[in-house]
T-cell receptor, first 111, second 116 residues
Framework: DTGVSQDPRHKITKRGQNVTFRCDPISEHNRLYWYRQTLGQGPEFLTYFQNEAQLEKSRLLSDRFSAERPKGSFSTLEIQRTEQGDSAMYLCASGSGNTIYFGEGSWLTVV | AQSVSQHNHHVILSEAASLELGCNYSYGGTVNLFWYVQYPGQHLQLLLK??????LVKGIKGFEAEFIKSKFSFNLRKPSVQWSDTAEYFCAVNVGRGSTLGRLYFGRGTQLTVWP
């Protein structure tokens, strides 16, 4: 158990619906990351926070995607108007110093 | 944009064989380098990392990696693999100095299958 928790672990949604994923990082970690991974590919960076500040966003994070970390603890990743191309595993990670720990991911299937 | 290449997409070995997985990156400045492993049905786990110092880095479970700056490479090695090493292996790069990590760039992964 890495200590990074993600919820839900699996989500099936209809195209056009909104979905939200939650991530609870390891408690003493001030940095939190979101990645996306599709089959046969490595994780792709989406965004990361240091405390509550969103320090970097990838161009992959279109205007349908929004991430928040309001109190510098847990984070949410919302996808609005989902498309089939959004089907992927959404990974959360947290870090302190020079190590990053990953959660088990949230699988999204858009039908 | 930075990129990380893992040229071997699927490697199949017998137990006790030696392993070397290639990783090359495209960035000329200071880099921090990582290998992660993902066992079937599990999360990504850190195998080893390189920040500075001795370019030969030892990690968990008998893995090691060598940073060769002139070749922009960070290949993963293990002298004798076990069936339990069957997993997907990802190389990752962080660019820039400092101990506070920003984004990681990942390769597409290498699936290792070890036959008993």
């Amino acid at each position: 158990d890495t200590g990074v928790s993600q919820d839900p672990r699996h989500k099936i949604t209809k195209r056009g619906q909104n979905v939200t994923f939650r991530c609870d990082p390891i408690s003493e970690h001030n940095r939190l990351y979101w990645y996306r991974q599709t089959l046969g590919q490595g994780p792709e960076f989406l965004t990361y926070f240091q405390n509550e500040a969103q320090l970097e966003k990838s161009r992959l994070l279109s205007d349908r995607f929004s991430a928040e970390r309001p109190k510098g603890s847990f984070s949410t990743l919302e996808i609005q108007r989902t498309e089939q191309g959004d089907s992927a595993m959404y990974l959360c990670a947290s870090g302190s110093g020079n190590t990053i720990y990953f959660g088990e991911g949230s699988w999204l299937t858009v039908v | 944009a930075q990129s990380v290449s893992q040229h071997n997409h699927h490697v199949i070995l017998s137990e006790a064989a030696s392993l070397e997985l290639g990783c090359n990156y495209s960035y000329g400045g200071t880099v921090n380098l990582f290998w992660y492993v993902q066992y079937p049905g599990q999360h990504l786990q850190l195998l080893l990392k390189y920040f500075s110092g001795d370019p030969l880095v030892k990690g968990i479970k008998g893995f090691e990696a060598e940073f060769i700056k002139s070749k922009f490479s960070f290949n993963l090695r293990k002298p004798s693999v076990q069936w339990s090493d069957t997993a997907e292996y990802f190389c990752a790069v962080n660019v820039g100095r400092g101990s506070t990590l920003g984004r990681l760039y990942f390769g597409r992964g290498t699936q290792l299958t070890v036959w008993p």
